[in-house]
C-alpha cells in the first residue's frame, strides 16, 4: 500500500495545466514543421508560420498558446494498491484546476450549462479516473478548447456499415468541421465500446504522442487510410486551402455488441495541448 | 512558395469605398480602432437595438473582432487574444450591418445570410490565425474597456491595433475565400 495526498494530486494538476496551455508538446512543433516544407497551399505557409512563431513566443513568455485555455480535461490512472489520504481526491483536482486557471491569468470558460453563469475559476474539470495494477498514479492533463470540440462528432453505425462506413463519418466529420477547428487538426477516433466508451477513447487518444505505433496493423492501416483522405479534401492550415488538414488521425478500438458499431470523432485544432506526469 | 502580393494597409475606422476595394484571399494590415465582442455581447446589443436602445459604440463603419481574450498578466496590455469561431456570431450579424457595422474579424465561414448582407451593404470579413494568440496581441498598441464588464473575457473593449495580419475572406462582392 502506498500513501499519496489528494493535495499532491491537485498541485501536478495545477502545473500540469499551466504548461500544458503554455508548451506546444515537441512533436507537434515538428509535424507543423514537417508540413511547412511540403505545403503548397496560397496561404498554408503564412498560416504554419504564424503558428509556429506563436509556439516560440508561448515558450519563451510563459504564456498561453491560444486564448481559449480550454476547459480541463484530466485523466487519472491509480494503481490499486495506492491509498489516497487527506480529503476527496475530486475536490483536490478541481482546486489544482482553480488555482491553475486563476492564478496564472489564463481564461475562465466553464459555466452552467442552462443558465451560462461562469463558475469564474475554470472548475469543474472532467475527470477520468481507472484503477490499474500497481502503485503509481499516472495524471494526463489536455486543457480542451472548443472551437474544435465544437465540430467533434459521434455516431452510433450499422455494423453493416463496416470498416467503409466508419472512414466515411471521420472525412465526413472533418469536412463538417471545416475552418472553424482551426487546421491542421489531429484526429482522435474511438471505436467500438458503447456510446460513453467510444467517446472517452477518442478523447484519450488525442492525449497519445504522435510518435507512439498505433494499437495494432490494423488501426495502423486505418490511421494512414484516413490521413491520406483527409489531406486530399484541401482544407489546409485555418481552411485557407492546402495540403495539411490533419497532422496525424489517432484510432483506439474496444470490443462492441453484435448489433453495433459505435464511432466517436474528436477534432483537436493544431494547438495539441497536453502534458502528463506519472507518481 | 506561391508569389504573393504585398499586403494592403488599411485604417479602421473604415473610409467610405476602401471596403469595397477588398477582394476575397488579399492579404491586408489593418491599423486603427476594432472593437472585440463575441456571443455574449452579441445578445445583450442586439437585444438592446431591438427594443430601441443604444449600441455601446458607434456601429457605422466600425469593424468588430470576434474575441475572448485572456486576463492580462501584469506588464501586459492584453492577454493572448486569437479570433473565435464567426459562425456562431451569424445570428446577430444582419442587424448590425444593418446599423452600418463594415467590417468584422474572426476565423472560419459564414452563412448564407451574412454573406448576402456583406454584400448588400459592401462590407467586408477578414480571416484572422486561429490560435496564435499571442502574436495577435503583439498587434494590440492600447485596450479599453468599453461594455458589459461583467462578462469578463466576453466584455466589449476598444483595442488600438497596428498592421493586424488579416485575410480577406470574403469581399462586398460575396467572394468568399473558404469556397474553392
Known amino acids: 500500500m502506498r500513501n499519496i495526498a489528494v493535495s499532491e494530486i491537485g498541485k501536478y494538476v495545477e502545473t500540469l495545466l499551466v504548461e500544458a496551455c503554455c508548451e506546444l508538446p515537441k512533436r507537434v512543433e515538428e509535424a507543423l514543421i514537417k508540413a511547412l516544407n511540403t505545403e503548397r ?45 487527506g480529503g476527496d481526491l475530486t475536490a483536490a483536482v478541481n482546486d489544482g ?49 472548443f472551437g474544435c470540440e465544437n465540430t467533434s462528432a459521434l455516431k452510433m453505425l450499422p455494423p453493416s456499415a463496416g470498416i467503409e462506413g466508419i472512414k466515411d463519418f471521420v472525412v465526413e466529420t472533418v469536412k463538417n468541421a471545416g475552418s472553424n477547428a482551426c487546421p491542421p487538426l489531429v484526429i482522435g477516433v474511438g471505436i467500438g465500446g458503447t456510446m460513453e466508451k467510444a467517446a472517452i477513447l477518442a478523447k484519450r487518444e488525442l492525449l497519445r504522442p504522435l ?23 484541401g482544407i489546409g492550415p485555418m481552411g485557407l486551402g492546402g495540403d495539411t488538414t490533419a497532422l496525424a488521425v ?20 493544431h494547438a495539441a495541448r497536453h502534458k502528463e506526469w506519472t507518481l | 512558395m506561391n508569389e504573393q502580393k504585398p499586403p494592403i494597409r488599411l485604417n479602421v475606422p473604415f473610409d467610405k469605398e476602401a471596403p469595397k476595394k477588398l477582394r476575397a484571399g488579399e492579404r491586408v494590415l489593418l491599423s486603427g480602432e476594432i472593437y472585440t465582442a463575441r456571443d455574449a455581447a452579441h445578445k445583450r446589443i442586439t437585444e438592446s437595438l431591438r427594443q430601441g436602445g443604444r449600441p455601446p459604440f458607434p456601429l457605422q463603419d466600425a469593424c468588430i473582432y470576434y474575441t475572448g481574450p485572456c486576463p492580462a498578466a501584469p506588464g501586459e496590455i492584453i492577454g493572448p487574444c486569437g479570433p473565435t469561431t464567426s459562425g456562431r456570431m451569424d445570428a446577430y450579424t444582419p442587424q448590425l450591418l444593418a446599423r452600418g457595422l463594415t467590417g468584422m474579424i474572426g476565423k472560419g465561414k459564414r452563412s448564407q445570410a451574412v454573406k448576402h448582407e456583406i454584400k448588400q451593404r459592401g462590407a467586408v470579413y ?26 469578463g473575457p466576453e466584455a466589449v473593449y476598444k483595442l488600438t491595433v497596428n498592421e493586424l495580419p488579416v485575410i480577406v475572406a470574403v469581399d462586398a462582392a460575396g467572394k468568399d475565400v473558404y469556397e474553392r
Open chain 1, 97 to 145: 484546476v482553480r488555482r491553475a486557471y486563476t492564478q496564472n491569468y489564463l481564461r475562465r470558460s466553464v459555466l452552467d450549462p442552462l443558465t451560462r453563469q461562469n463558475t469564474h475559476d475554470n472548475a469543474p474539470a472532467v475527470l477520468h479516473v481507472s484503477i490499474e495494477p500497481g502503485a503509481r498514479v499516472r495524471i494526463r492533463v489536455a486543457p480542451k478548447g
Open chain 1, 250 to 269: 489517432l484510432v483506439a478500438t474496444h470490443p462492441t455488441h453484435i448489433a453495433g458499431l459505435p464511432v466517436a470523432v474528436n477534432i483537436q485544432c
Open chain 1, 211 to 233: 510518435t507512439r505505433p498505433a494499437e495494432s496493423e490494423q488501426t495502423e492501416k486505418l490511421e494512414r487510410e484516413l490521413l491520406e483522405r483527409i489531406n486530399a479534401l
Open chain 2, 126 to 151: 477578414f480571416a484572422i490565425t486561429g490560435g496564435v494568440a499571442l502574436l495577435v496581441a503583439q498587434h494590440v498598441l492600447k485596450c479599453e474597456l468599453v461594455a458589459f464588464k461583467d462578462l
Open chain 1, 41 to 85: 497551399g496560397e496561404h498554408a505557409q503564412d498560416v504554419l508560420e504564424q503558428i509556429i512563431e506563436n509556439a516560440h513566443l508561448a515558450w519563451e513568455m510563459k504564456r498561453p498558446i491560444c486564448q481559449d485555455t480550454g476547459m480541463a480535461v484530466v485523466f487519472l490512472e491509480v494503481g490499486q494498491d495506492v491509498h489516497f489520504t
